[in-house]
């Protein structure tokens, strides 16, 4: 099992930047991707950005090119980057661990863009 904790949202206006964190601990080495999720009010919950465990990357198409995600394997953190944020972007980011036998989710960090 993995344990993941986020951290980093907050309140930002439109056109501003976050940093999101995502910390894991546990059965790392069993990590196959990880990947940032969100779910804004009403809505359901969708893909925004992913990893694996060679590097590779994918992002949904409303936020390529604004949002980067990246991995520090030194402190077991996977970031995703956000700029140029709009309303739209409003919700509760979650990041998950995909192992061979299991996935895993954070508690989530709430992200607000508003003026």
């Known amino acids: 099992q993995v344990q993941l904790v986020e951290s980093g949202g907050g309140l930002v206006q439109p056109g501003g930047s976050l940093r999101l964190s995502c910390a894991a601990s546990?059965?790392?080495?069993?990590?196959?991707?990880m990947g940032w999720y969100r779910q804004a009010p009403g809505k359901q919950r969708e893909l925004v950005a992913g990893?694996?465990?060679?590097?590779?990357?994918n992002y949904a198409d409303p936020v390529k090119g604004r949002f980067t995600i990246s991995r520090d394997n030194a402190k077991n953190t996977v970031y995703l980057q956000m700029n140029s944020l709009k309303p739209e972007d409003t919700a509760v980011y979650c990041c998950?661990?995909?192992?061979?036998?299991?996935?895993?989710w954070g508690q989530g960090t709430q992200v607000t863009v508003s003026s």
């Open positions: 998950n661990a995909v192992r061979r036998f299991g996935v895993d």
């Open positions: 990893i694996y465990s060679g590097g590779s990357t």
């Open positions: 546990g059965s790392i080495l069993s990590i196959d991707y």
